[in-house]
């Protein structure tokens, strides 16, 4: 394997967190144009892109990050203003490299036309085709303007021996990817023939080739100009050099105090930065890990589970005393190690929410609305299946948020709201459940115009109420939206949503008001893997219900189950609680056992599901089916008792539905 090949991932990697700095960094300058230090980060970050893809040999990366680059740098040295419009050409080519590099990812190599991209990006830059002259670049010059107290004194007792004293300013060429080599080489041809008593950036910058591509020395010698000019120039990769006489008069000495105290100031806080820096590097080590083998390692800790379990059926079953003690051991250990690896696939939510300012400033421009995005809460962390399966379902309800929720700028304010709609995205911990919730302050979802849509598609609304007629909107293909849109209206967006949440194991709920706004509420849970199971016989089999979902288990008898005119329901504290007799939806015959009612909560509804008795509480490992199985909506999964019997997972939130897309009132 070549060396290109091996770094290809190592490349992708980073490449997508250096684009996603970009994307945020860009949108916030937007908002804070003059923050210099949103700037270097910007400017850091293309550089490093730019340098990456070079390296890779990727040329057509390299030329648009360049031509980029060259806008940036108009931004800081102030030659140009950050506006909307040459953000948006920003935001295009960094959705041009997002394509170009998942085209790279695939192995798919493409001729791209990039062509109009850096015709706009030069047209930007044109200013700066002057300022590329030596005589006229404000920062490929030299000056004595940081000349400090020591280095002016130093300066003055060279020149009584005879040395003499020069600012010298180094240019390497564009694209260089070794500048900290190149520094280094130039630094020490120098000092072979005198000293070096100031340099800008840090030796420490420059040996790390963090400098763009000029630096600067104030250097003594015996030398003279056209000789020291000679030596650096003969550097291999340096494009140009400019080499002046170094005069102290031109630091003033009402100045000197206040350039020392400046000076001192400037050490101690780039001392008190590295000491951090290293705290920092302490306290945060980390590795990156290869997605295979960390699903490995789960799959490992879920068979020790297993095989812990079944050892400790085998002891119970032959009396086996004297291995208790180390089956407790065992048992601990196996625990703490699953915690463990439970820990290190969580992954914060905000590797999916960092996607959605953009989103959200691209909808503003189409749809001629002004929005605003408020996130809490992105540092909640999930199992890392759940995080990257959330994207997609999120997607949907902002856009329809944006599309249908809020409002043109002059319904609101006939509305006597404010002209800027706000899109609430929140996540917080709920247990063993992740919350996540979208809300708007829009028009709200209309009942009746639910019902109006209801009744043309066919769909009966008979006895239901607005929260049961907002529910409909789940319903595969409804849409109440007249005028379909390149953002919504198909009917394609809100079932997509409910099926991709219910195969997380989560619930979607969905609350209206009109003219106030909606919120969707989403519950998901932590982790996917291994979860605590109640474990209940249905007929002659036996199946395991998530933990997280049960309310409390009620033993009843025949006549506790009331019939209503199409369901039967169970009476709780005065509430009527629809119940779901699991062996009709299964397909199994009842047993004469005791019945049980298990209580459950899906969203803010409570569901009663009956089953013929309960074997235990118990934690279990979830398989995914493969295959046919894996279309059969009843089952989450399966898993594998302690005995070696295999047991299926019951998905409680299709169970409760008609299977029309509608849960049992």
């Known amino acids: 394997m070549d060396d290109t090949q091996r770094y290809r991932e190592l490349f992708f990697e980073e490449t997508d967190e250096y684009l996603q700095t970009l994307d945020d960094c860009v949108l916030e300058l937007e908002k804070d144009p003059d923050n210099s230090s949103l700037l270097d ?44 419009d040459i953000v948006s050409l920003i935001f295009r080519c960094l959705d041009k490299l997002s394509e ?21 990006l030069d047209n930007v830059s044109g200013v700066k085709t002057e300022i590329t002259n030596r005589g006229h670049n404000p920062v490929f010059s030299v000056s004595n303007e940081e000349i400090g107290e020591t280095d002016a004194m130093l300066i003055q007792k060279a020149k009584v021996k005879n040395y003499n004293a020069f600012n010298i300013a180094v240019k390497v060429t564009e694209g260089c990817l070794l500048k900290g080599a190149r520094a280094y080489l130039v630094v020490n041809k120098l000092e072979q023939q005198g000293d070096i008593i100031h340099t800008d950036p840090s030796p420490e910058i420059l040996e790390e080739g963090e400098y763009e591509d000029v630096f600067k020395l104030i250097y003594l010698t015996k030398l003279e100009k056209e000789q020291v000019h000679e030596i ?17 008069n031109s630091v003033r000495e009402a100045n000197v105090e206040e350039t020392k105290g400046r000076e001192i100031k400037k050490t101690k806080g780039k001392k008190a930065k590295e000491t951090n820096r290293t705290t920092s590097h302490h306290l945060n080590q980390s590795i990156r890990v290869d997605l295979d083998r960390l699903d490995s390692f789960m799959n490992l800790v879920s068979e020790l589970v297993i095989y812990r379990t ?18 407790e051991h065992v048992g601990r250990i196996t625990s703490d190690l699953q915690d463990l690896v439970l820990k290190i696939r969580m992954q914060p939510v905000n590797v999916v929410l960092n996607r959605f300012p953009r ?9 001629d609305k002004e929005i605003e995005l408020i996130i809490e809460g992105e540092e909640t962390e999930l199992d890392r299946t759940v995080v990257s399966e959330l994207g997609e379902p999120l997607v949907h309800l902002i856009r329809n948020a944006a599309d249908h929720g809020i409002e043109s700028r002059e319904e609101r304010i006939k509305l006597g709201k404010s002209e800027v709609g706000l899109i609430k995205l929140t996540a917080y911990q709920e247990g063993n459940r992740v919350v996540i919730t979208v809300k708007d302050d829009g028009k709200g979802i209309d009942p009746e115009k639910i019902r109006e849509s209801a009744i043309k598609k066919g769909i009966s609304t008979e006895g239901m109420g607005k929260r049961d007629l907002i529910q409909l909107i789940f319903h595969q293909g409804f849409s109440t939206v007249e005028n379909v849109t390149n953002i919504s209206g198909r009917g394609v967006g809100m079932d997509v949503v409910r099926q991709k949440i219910s195969s997380l194991g989560g619930d979607i709920q969905v609350i209206s008001e009109v003219d106030v706004g909606t919120t969707f509420l989403i519950k998901l849970p932590l982790t996917l893997s291994i979860i605590q199971a109640l474990m209940v016989n249905i007929g002659k089999e036996a199946f395991a219900l998530p933990l997280g979902i049960i309310e409390r288990v009620v033993k009843v008898e025949p006549q506790d ?12 504290r005065g509430k009527a609680i629809p119940v779901i007799r699991l062996n009709e939806k299964l397909g199994l015959e009842p047993t004469e056992e005791d019945k049980h009612i298990i209580l459950i909560t899906l969203g803010e509804k409570f569901y009663g599901l009956l ?4 074997i235990g509480q118990q934690e279990i490992v979830i398989k995914k089916l493969g295959g046919t199985l894996n279309r059969m909506k009843e089952y989450l999964g399966a898993t594998i008792l302690g005995n070696g019997e295999i047991v299926l997972i019951l998905d409680v939130g299709n169970l409760c539905s008609n299977g029309k897309g509608d849960r049992y009132e």
């Open 41 to 84: 980060e910007i400017f850091r970050a293309a550089h490093t892109l730019k340098g990456m893809a070079a390296t890779m040999g990727y040329k057509t990366m390299t030329e648009l990050t360049h031509r980029m680059e060259n806008v940036f740098e108009l931004f800081r040295s102030g030659s140009a203003a950050v506006d909307s």
């Open 100 to 120: 170009i590099v998942e085209d790279l990812r695939e192995e798919n190599y493409i001729e791209y036309d990039i062509d109009d991209l850096l015709k706009e």
């Open 232 to 248: 650096i120039e003969n550097t291999a990769e340096i494009e140009d050099v400019i080499v002046e006489d170094a005069e102290v």
């Open 310 to 327: 079944r050892l400790e059926d085998i002891s119970n079953q032959h009396n086996l005393t004297e291995i208790n003690e180390p089956l």
């Open 359 to 367: 989103m959200i400033r691209d909808l503003s421009k189409e749809l």
């Open 561 to 572: 189950i009331v019939k209503s005119y199409n369901s039967e329901v169970y009476i709780e």
């Open 611 to 614: 089953v013929d008795d309960l």
